[in-house]
């Protein structure tokens, strides 16, 4: 994902959900938190959807060890709580900032199926959107339980590159917004893990990385 306002589908989400640009919201409408603020926690009654308009959310859950599973890592543009919209009545996981500031636009569910209601295409998209997230979350949770930390890293950074990524030459550019530990947390690994992979891949000639960009020099061997 890059800095500019995320697309599904060539539909603008942000222009379109994000409640601000509507004239019967005020100006107060956005929603402000800290790092480590929760948005809402399991059993929590599912009645908006939130879009982010800063910052980043991380959505979690914990095992039976009391271990944090990280689901998704969102950032500027991007939904969550959506299963709202399935008939979800109580959250299931829990929603928190994971960057200051965070900013939320937030949707009760009327005005959400209203405006599905009035744009087919936009509807369309929210309900693929939905489908395309659960395969990826079940394709992460797979990889987490029979796939070592290097071969989870690698398939996590080609998705990034077919969801995102660019040609720049013979180059495959993907540009993003995670940290290490954010790739860590997602992938089921430790920061320092994560930073000693990147530094084998570009060593190997594969990829080469800065703070923000993934240069994929050679995906076959990803």
Known sequence: MSDSI???ENVNLYQVLCPHKLKEFGKDHFEG??????IY??????????????????????NEDGEEVVKAILGKGEIFGEKALLGEEKRSDYALACSEPTELCPMKLPDMYQLMRTNE????????????????MER???????????????EFIKEMADESGTMEGTELVVTHFFTQKDFADLIGTSRETVT?????????GII????????????EKL
């Open 208 to 219: 080469d990385y800065s703070r923000k960009e993934i240069k994929i020099l050679a995906k």
């Open 196 to 204: 000693r992979l990147f530094n084998e891949l570009k060593e190997e």
């Open 33 to 38: 938190f800290k790092k480590g603020d929760f």
């Open 6 to 8: 995320w697309r599904f």
């Open 121 to 136: 295409k936009f509807g369309f998209s929210i309900y693929k959107l939905i489908g395309v997230r659960i395969k990826k």
């Open 41 to 62: 926690f399991p059993e929590d009654a599912s009645q908006s959807i939130f879009m982010v308009s800063k910052g980043k959310v991380k959505i979690v859950s914990y």
């Open 140 to 154: 992460r949770l797979e990889a987490l339980l029979f796939k070592d930390v290097r071969t989870r890293l690698c």
